[in-house]
């Protein structure tokens, strides 16, 4: 098969398209030929590599995709050859104590699809049967692959995570991210007032489209400030932030009393400064997740396939053209997913 292959760590150079053995499904997998994979950042951070991350080499990015079943392995019996479906990069034992209670995201040994086994930049991928989801006719694959990651990772923050309730207000720093698309238009859903910050008016015109309430571009105006305006210096009851040490100060006093913030990464950096004097003083909490367990997965698909919720997708791109696709990505200049087609 052809596959986008990884030899070592490094820029968009060390990634080449050419040729690899088509991996074949054990006993509870199915192989997926993909139609769509869509790109994260998170494929960014192991192609840079961090201390500690170990490879089989080639390695093969992707943690979102979606396809058709292509061979199945013994013991499999919600699939069968010819389903097409949307792929969960949640990778979990399914028998732990974690697993068990419905936390899988949170199992010990699991992991990311295309971080900790082979991914969805290929013609095929093999994933663990409980992995897929069959796809209504209605919904393409590219609009599959690019919601999968980014909107159960949005909705387990928000919802599961963060306990949103309807009549609530929302900050969410950044308008044009995969995560962001997905939290501006689930934060809408659940009923909360949505205030987005972006660094252009283009960005925040189609966050507006996308049910923000209120926008404010950084670029020409301190949001810090603009917020607490905004709210009549109340502050927000949930900031959404995933930039991280770059922006955490502010989005801490932007909160207002008894107020959350939600994180899922933090793409300027980790080591941001927090005042702990604002933690206990204004009764603030920090809540992270990563991923999401398969339940959200299922519920927050059903709502796009409903079309309550709607992949947000940039462009779709070949998957010779990766190395441009990793600068478009890298360059922030992308609003919503970057797929990528074999
Ligand atoms: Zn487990």
Known sequence: MKA????EHGGPEVLTYGDFETPEPGYGEVQVQIKAAAMNRLDIWVRNGWPGLKLEYPHILGADG?????ATGGGVTQVTVGDRVVINGTLSCGRCED???????????????????????????VVPERNVLTLPEHI????AAAASLVFMTAWHSLITRGNLKPGESVLIV???GGVNTASIQIARLAGATVYVVGSTDEKLTKAQELGADFVINRSTEDWGKAIYRMTD????????DNVGKATWPTSLRALARGGRLLTVGGTSGYDAQVGVNYVFGKHLSIIGSTMAPHADF??????????????VIDRVMPMEEIAAACELLESGAVFGKLVLTP
Do not use: H, Q, W
């Not at 698909?301 to 919720?309: D, P, Q, S, V, Y």
């Open 4 to 7: 986008i292959l990884l030899y």
């Open 66 to 70: 979606a396809g058709i079943v292509s």
């Open 99 to 125: 697993c068990l209670a419905g936390r899988d995201n949170l199992c010990r040994r699991g992991g990311i699809l295309g971080e900790d086994r082979r991914g969805t930049y290929a013609e095929y991928v």
């Open 140 to 143: 393409s694959f590219e609009e």
């Open 174 to 176: 950044g308008a044009g």
């Open 233 to 240: 210096k109340r502050g927000v009851d949930v900031v959404v």
């Open 298 to 311: 299922r519920t927050v698909m059903n709502l796009i396939f409903e079309g309550k919720l709607r992949a």
